[in-house]
């Protein structure tokens, strides 16, 4: 079984930075898909970011520039650099990963709160 275990989070001002980071537990084959997802108080969890095994890319709309997401090799760890974050960034960043080979499967990490302050 795969445990995802994220840090980062913490309580910015607007403008600063964070960066998140993620890890699987475990000598794992590298994931096919690893993503940061999002979930605001009173919102529903959204994407933010992903990233294949094949180094593809996608940010969510919202991103506007301001994120980044990298994957460390094959270690199964992937950050999200956050610059000028806002308030509207406030809530609890999810991991997942999925795997294709053993283990099969999509995996949460239990997530890591982000609050910004104006």
């Known amino acids: 079984q795969v445990q995802l275990v994220e840090s980062g989070g913490g309580l910015v001002q607007a403008g600063e930075s964070l960066r998140l980071s993620c890890s699987a537990s475990?000598?794992?084959?590298?994931?096919?898909?690893m993503a940061w997802y999002r979930q605001a108080p009173g919102k529903q969890r959204e994407l933010v970011a992903r990233v294949t095994n094949r180094d593809i890319i996608t940010y969510a709309d919202f991103v506007k520039g301001r994120f980044t997401i990298s994957r460390l090799g094959t270690q199964n760890t992937i950050y999200l650099q956050m610059n000028r974050l806002q308030p509207d960034d406030t809530g609890v960043y999810y991991c997942?990963?999925?795997?294709?080979?053993?283990?099969?499967?999509?995996?949460w990490g239990q997530g890591t709160q982000v609050t910004v302050s104006s």
């Open positions: 475990g000598r794992l084959i590298g994931a096919k898909t």
């Open positions: 997942n990963g999925q795997w294709i080979v053993e283990p099969i499967g999509s995996y």
